[in-house]
């Protein structure tokens, strides 16, 4: 797979389906191959949007698709459901959405205590059983969570093979123990907000700009999250290293993420093209041992 993968959250909402499919052509003529989404992604608009372009901008069986099941909105609120019978009817329904018999990966978009983890493990091995899915893995697992998860999946001869997780230089909780237990066990860890929600890019150094995502009124509370005294040095850092090698700081912190130990593919979502091209542009970058030392201390 490509070390890149391309985000879908905002298509079919903040992002046009026009639009979308410049990112995809764009992503496509740059080598890559991985496309994230999932059922809740825009209610569904995202894995809609994606399944227009199959067969017509790109052969289904040139694209790795990973879809999500478990989360969903309702009145605006975050609700998640990691049930048998919901889970199984999320997959079919993305399947339905995209056009597509299967998918390369699917996960189970977040832990849930009020479903027994056998329970919503079955429905993993009930999508690759029955051809629905290639392979699966689990998203947003703490350590002992993915590590127990593994451990089940591999009684029933099925290997859990991605989690996908934030991890960023302003998020290095995984480091603690979720990166150990994906070496250890065979599952690669898939980072999500790999920017830091945006604010890794260094656009957020002098203020908010309006058109950015912590300025909407659907992000704001996240983005800002990472908007702290703390974040604002780690920016600095990653500034000060994207001048000295003539590169963006979203080429820095993004190859930085790429190569930690466990990570398979950071997911990028960009909203314009221009971002899009600068995420890409990472791939060419190789951090140099004692600038990654540097980050990995200032980011501790």
Request: charged share 20%.
């Amino acid at each position: 797979m490509s070390r890149l993968a391309l985000g879908t959250m905002g298509w079919g909402t903040s992002t046009p389906v026009d639009d979308a499919r410049d990112h995809l052509k764009t992503y496509l003529a740059a080598g890559g191959d991985l496309v994230d989404t999932a059922y809740g992604y825009a209610n569904g608009a995202s894995e809609e949007a994606l399944g227009s372009m199959l067969g017509h901008l790109v052969p289904r069986d040139e694209l790795v698709i990973c879809t999500k099941a478990g989360i969903t909105r309702r009145r605006g609120a975050r609700v998640v459901d990691t049930s048998r019978r919901t889970l199984m009817h999320q997959l079919d329904t993305s399947l339905e959405r995209m056009g597509t018999p299967y998918v390369d990966l699917w996960l189970v978009h977040a832990w849930s205590d009020d479903t027994p983890l056998d329970e919503t493990l079955s429905a993993l091995e009930w999508a690759v059983t029955s051809g629905r899915a290639r392979y699966v893995g689990v998203s947003n697992y703490s350590g002992w969570q993915a590590a127990h998860a593994a451990t089940l999946m591999a009684a029933r001869r099925i290997q859990l093979v991605a989690n996908e997780i934030e991890y960023s230089l302003l998020n290095r909780i995984p480091e603690d123990e979720l990166a150990s237990a994906a070496l250890a066990l065979g599952f690669g860890l898939m980072p999500w907000s790999p920017l830091g929600r945006g604010v890794l890019t260094g656009k957020y150094r002098h203020g908010i700009p309006a058109d950015s995502r912590a300025a909407s009124r659907e992000f704001s509370g996240l983005a800002s999250l990472n908007l702290t005294e703390e974040s604002g040095q780690i920016v600095d850092a990653v500034s000060i290293a994207a001048k000295g090698m003539n590169v963006s700081p979203t080429e820095i912190a993004l190859a930085w993420v790429r190569d930690r130990p466990g990570v398979v593919a950071p997911i990028v979502g960009a909203r314009t093209i221009a971002q899009l091209r600068t995420a890409l542009a990472s791939e060419e970058l190789e951090l140099p041992v004692e600038l990654r030392h540097a980050l990995d201390d200032v980011s501790d």
